[in-house]
């Protein structure tokens, strides 16, 4: 049985998410946390979040194991970018943007192919 959960519009750019979940993909939920309880980034924060509810959303309403749930896949996309300037001299103005990102993890019971 898969089960999913994902957050989206979070105020991290793709890029460094996509470091942090390289790090925990494919293995068991329990290690994963484990894992980014550890890491000092600044994309582990939103994955522990999204990885705690997806696998309270296994405990509670598919009534699995814990220990028996897998990362089966962590897609990391990029999301609206919001859009400012700096400004310079002149009166002339630095464009850049504040990227968001989603993330969707899916699990899946250890036994289950």
């Known amino acids: 049985m898969k089960l999913t959960a994902f957050v989206k519009s979070v105020q991290v750019s793709p890029r460094k998410i996509r470091l942090v979940a390289d790090a925990v993909r494919s293995k068991s939920a329990t290690d994963a946390i484990a894992i980014l309880s550890l890491v000092r980034k600044r994309g582990s924060d939103p994955i522990m979040k999204v990885l705690k509810s997806?696998?309270?959303?296994?405990?509670?309403?598919?009534?699995?194991?814990?220990?028996?749930?897998?990362?089966?896949?962590?897609?990391?996309?990029?999301?609206?970018?919001?859009?400012?300037?700096?400004?310079?001299?002149?009166?002339?103005?630095?464009?850049?943007?504040?990227?968001?990102?989603?993330?969707?993890?899916?699990?899946e019971e250890r036994g289950v192919i």
Do not use: C, D, W
């Not at 996309?77 to 630095?94: I, V, Y």
């Open 54 to 107: 997806a696998v309270a959303n296994a405990v509670h309403n598919a009534k699995l194991s814990e220990s028996n749930l897998m990362i089966k896949q962590i897609e990391v996309s990029e999301g609206t970018s919001l859009k400012r300037f700096h400004a310079s001299t002149r009166g002339r103005t630095h464009p850049y943007k504040k990227r968001t990102s989603h993330i969707r993890i899916t699990l």
